[in-house]
């Protein structure tokens, strides 16, 4: 706040001082005969052609000094309008306030003395002789300078990070060389920017956000060479992460189609489960990878696409004989039927066809058999009875993305 004007009052003879003063001087108030009278309610004439009455015996005029206003500088202790500061004769540039009353600030070119080490002014920079927090540059302040090769602010030599001296980099992610405690990989299409094995495409997306949808390879539980997998990484999906595998059985030495059963059985031999559609964004990603001709199928067969790899799906009965007949065959609408993993699961929203599912193909470890429109929505579902649904082609999935 700006202090108020200070005055500077010079002492000054106060009319009845000097009225005092000449009543004391027997001459300094002569009556004369022209002025002077009596009686009652007369008042006794004054010479004005002497000295005034106020005036001092000497004859010489009154002296006085009229009051100013001292005007605020810098350096005088207090703070005025256009000063930020003012600590009187503390001030100095390499305190806290400066000669010119600024608040001493890295960035000023002045080095204030209890809390800089250096300033440039302008010319501070992180990667200079003064960095931007008015520091000289030193190993382990986190930033690189001089002939530093590694500065990550921790440099205790530590996995990931770097040596004490800031000479090189510990070992770390990256550096070409595998470190079995903590890596996996260093490269390849199946390692993450982690260095450790991708395991799905939720692990995918986790690990690479930026990335898109597209064939990806992971390495499954149990399986020794990497899988060539479609991961459905657009957000849209429930937000992305998905895992889609093509499995076609149609080879010359098995003639027969696979019912959901056989089907876990093969897609467990490539660490997965057979496909459960989660929602109905789910659905569409997965009807789209089913009709697309994007991912080379597993299991010995070459049909790339083809609706009929959601013939059959990995949705079962809770108890034999009881279905949900002519409700919507979703996880809510249908209690009866339930996904392989006792999770979400989403076919339709609507009921389709009559009858179905019906309690007869409500057998024991059967599963429907389903047929698609062109829109990738659900046509038919036919509850079949023992071995229940079947199919040359399906999918399979990795089963830890829930929607």
Known sequence: MPTAPRLRISLQLSVTALALQACLDPNANTETESTASTGPGTTTGVDTTGPSATEPTTGEPPTSEPGTTGEPVCGDGFVDADEQCDLGPDNADDGACT???????????????????????????????????????????????????????????????????????????????????????EDGPDCLPTCRYAHSCLEWQEAAPEA????????????????????????????????FLKVDVAAGMNPSPATAATAEAACADWGMQLFIPRSAAHLEAAFQVATGDNLEPVGGGTVKS????????????????????????????????????????????????????DELGACDGCSMLYQWNQDGSVKSYKALPQPGGYSFRFLCDTGDKLP
């Not at 597209?214 to 992305?240: N, Q, T």
């Not at 996880?331 to 929203?349: H, K, M, T, Y």
């Open 306 to 357: 083809g609706a009929d790899y959601l013939q059959i799906l990995g949705i079962y009965p809770v108890t034999a004989g009881e279905s949900c007949v002519d409700a919507p065959l979703n996880g809510l609408d249908c209690p009866e039927w339930r996904a392989g993993d006792d999770q979400a699961w989403f076919v339709s929203d609507v009921a389709v066809g009559s009858g179905e599912p």
């Open 212 to 243: 898109v949808s597209g064939v990806f390879s992971v390495r499954r539980e149990g399986i020794m060479d990497p899988i060539d997998v479609w991961c459905a990484l657009d957000p849209a999906v429930d937000g992305g992460g998905y895992t």
């Open 99 to 185: 000669s010119d009353c600024r608040n001493a600030t890295c960035g000023d070119g002045l080095v204030a003395k209890d809390a800089e080490e250096c300033d440039l002014g302008p010319d501070n920079a992180d990667d200079g002789a003064c960095t931007t927090a008015c520091l000289l540059p030193a190993c382990g302040d986190g930033v690189l300078n001089g002939d530093e090769v590694c500065d990550d602010g921790t440099n205790d030599g530590t996995y990931g990070s770097c040596l004490a001296d800031c000479s090189a980099a510990a070992p770390g992610c990256g550096d070409g060389q595998v470190d079995p405690e903590n890596e996996d990989c």
